[in-house]
């Protein structure tokens, strides 16, 4: 079936680090992926989305490439900023279905 | 163009009681669904709905909860007989179209049951 594996957290950094939250995928076909940002008492906010193999979804700085060969969607940021402080969650679509999985949810907490 | 809207945000039942959620699809929007998440866990998918339709409902408890769509109105989530474990934030999300969409989700509704 299809699932969505991301990397657990919690996750760390001080302000202008670099991240990479890592995602993989197990999918039947050619899903859309994405990556929603919760923060905290707030529902999930699309963060970006790539809908095939070798887009490149990007938003606020952050960025993720679909890669097939590898079925992952990592997120990365350059430089976090105490705001990007939330929940980020891999997610994926099926090409002929509404059936969205969703990874466990990355907590990232970035100090000043 | 509001987002998906979602009433009460918050909500408190004591046990045996009933709970219903609201949502209110981004304007356009005709499908909609309902996902649960447990603290400190991921979105668990329950039912996706069209208009007057329920399409998948493989996500949820084979007792106590349901979901409509009216022709009129918003969705409601209605859980019957509200335990503890019943407690989790209820999100909506609604789509113009099916299939790789993008979904767009609701504030949420946080359920404490007493």
């Known amino acids: 079936g299809n699932s969505v594996t991301q990397m657990e957290g919690p996750v760390t950094l001080s302000e202008e680090a670099f991240l990479t939250i890592n995602c993989t995928y197990t999918a039947t076909g050619y899903p859309s992926l994405f990556w929603y940002v919760q923060y905290p008492g707030e529902g999930l906010q699309l963060l970006l989305k790539?809908?095939?193999?070798?887009d490149k979804g990007s938003n606020k700085g952050f960025e993720a490439t679909y890669r097939k060969e590898t079925t992952s969607f990592h997120l990365e940021k350059g430089s976090v900023q105490v705001s990007d402080s939330a929940v980020y969650f891999c997610?994926?679509?099926?090409?002929?279905?509404?059936?969205?999985?969703f990874g466990a949810g990355t907590r990232l907490t970035v100090k000043p | 163009n509001a987002g998906v809207m979602q009433n009460p945000r918050h909500l408190v039942r004591r046990r045996g009681q009933e709970a219903r959620l609201r949502c209110s699809p981004m304007?356009?929007?005709?499908?909609v669904y309902w996902y649960r998440q447990l603290p400190e866990e991921g979105l668990k998918f329950m039912v996706y709905l069209q208009k007057e339709n329920i399409i998948d409902e493989s996500g949820m408890p084979k007792e106590r909860f349901s979901a409509e769509f009216p022709k009129e109105g918003p969705s409601i989530l209605r859980i019957q007989q509200v335990v503890r474990g019943d407690s989790a934030a209820y999100f909506c999300?609604?789509?113009?179209?099916?299939?790789?969409?993008?979904?767009?989700f609701g504030p949420g509704t946080r359920l404490l049951v007493l």
């Open positions: 790539a809908t095939k193999a070798d």
């Open positions: 304007k356009g929007h005709s499908h």
């Open positions: 999300a609604s789509s113009f179209d099916r299939g790789g969409e993008t979904q767009y």
């Open positions: 997610a994926l679509m099926p090409r002929n279905n509404n059936d969205m999985r």
